[in-house]
């Protein structure tokens, strides 16, 4: 009878995937019958768990792999349909990492990777960083608090909030996110020394263009736990949101939808719309609907 190893896809580049098993990792590639068929996305993915047999040179078969809890997904149209591509599967949270300064932070772009993350049904974390150059920071980030995210108020420099991102981190898959400039690099490593010059490294192999073979990958965390830079959330579409189901994707909306007189409001100019009567009533942060309403018509922000 075969010998089954159960491991994480750690790695993947041109049909290789290095998979971290309890017995070391194994660069495997995918048994035949798995790629036999149509498809419609990525097969294997890093993050995916998988079942391998090692082969006597070393190297080793993936077998199986396990059922996705939940996956970065970008959508790729084709002739054939769509197809899915996975930037990262099975993550726990996305971690979207946002200067308070220097840059100046650009709360549309967090605002769309939040809509991302509540679409595709992963937890965010907001990292407020650079927090040693204002005066303030809860000012810029304080509305995301109210409704309800997570925000790490951090700075590379001063150390502030390193152990709170360190215990945010551990023993978790977390996708990073950010714009240029916004210290990510920096942060990382201040919680582990080095990682962020690796991270940056493969994140900027991934920018040089369609054509440059790169590989997608899970940095190891000394305390337990994976990151992963995740440079396309900026290019996930939203193309595929239809929209009268953007509301949905604002926590502080969702719940007044039901309220409103017409079942197909647009929260844009209806009477009776119960969303209209929170912003006019303080509940709804001007800057946050301003965002919805771009979003809605197509604004990438």
């Known amino acids: 009878m075969t010998d089954f190893l159960s491991g994480l896809i750690i790695r993947a580049q041109s049909g290789f995937f290095t998979v971290e098993t309890g017995a070391g990792a194994v660069v495997c590639q995918l048994r035949g019958r798995l790629k ?12 995916d768990r998988v079942r391998i047999t090692r082969l006597a040179d070393g190297s080793g078969v993936i077998e199986e792999i396990e059922p996705r809890r939940r996956a970065i997904v970008r959508l790729d149209p084709r002739p054939q349909g769509i197809y899915q591509q996975i930037l990262l599967a ?7 990492v946002f200067a308070c ?25 907001i990292v407020a960083n650079k927090i040693d150059l204002v005066d303030e920071p809860g000012k810029i980030f304080g509305m995301y608090e109210s409704i309800g995210y ?10 502030t909030g390193v152990e709170e991102l360190r215990a ?6 977390s996708a990073l996110a950010g714009p240029s400039g916004a210290g990510k690099s920096s942060l990382l490593n201040a919680l582990q020394p080095g990682l962020g010059l690796t991270v940056n490294k493969i994140s900027a192999a991934m920018g040089k263009g369609k054509h440059t073979t ?3 990958q899970l940095h190891p965390l000394t305390g337990g736990g994976y990151v992963a ?16 189901e953007m509301d949905a994707y604002f926590p502080e909306l969702a719940p007044l939808v039901a309220e409103c007189q017409f079942s197909d409001c647009t929260h844009i100019h209806e009477p009776g719309c119960a969303v209209r009567a929170a912003l006019e009533a303080g509940k709804i942060h001007p800057e946050r609907y301003d965002s919805y309403l771009r979003l809605r018509a197509g604004d990438a922000g």
Do not use: H
């Not at 099975?90 to 979207?96: E, G, H, I």
């Not at 997570?150 to 150390?159: L, P």
């Open 36 to 47: 036999r068929g149509p498809r419609a996305g990525d097969l294997a993915a890093v993050g």
């Open 229 to 244: 830079d995740t440079p396309g959330w900026k290019s996930l579409a939203l193309w595929d949101t239809e929209p009268e």
């Open 168 to 173: 945010a981190l551990a023993n978790k898959i």
């Open 150 to 159: 997570r925000v790490i108020y951090a700075s590379a420099k001063t150390f």
């Open 101 to 125: 300064a220097q840059p100046n932070p650009k709360l549309r772009m967090l605002d769309r990777f939040l809509v991302i993350a509540e679409k595709q049904k992963i937890p965010p974390i």
């Open 90 to 96: 099975n993550c726990d949270q996305a971690v979207f």
């Open 214 to 216: 790169v590989s997608r």
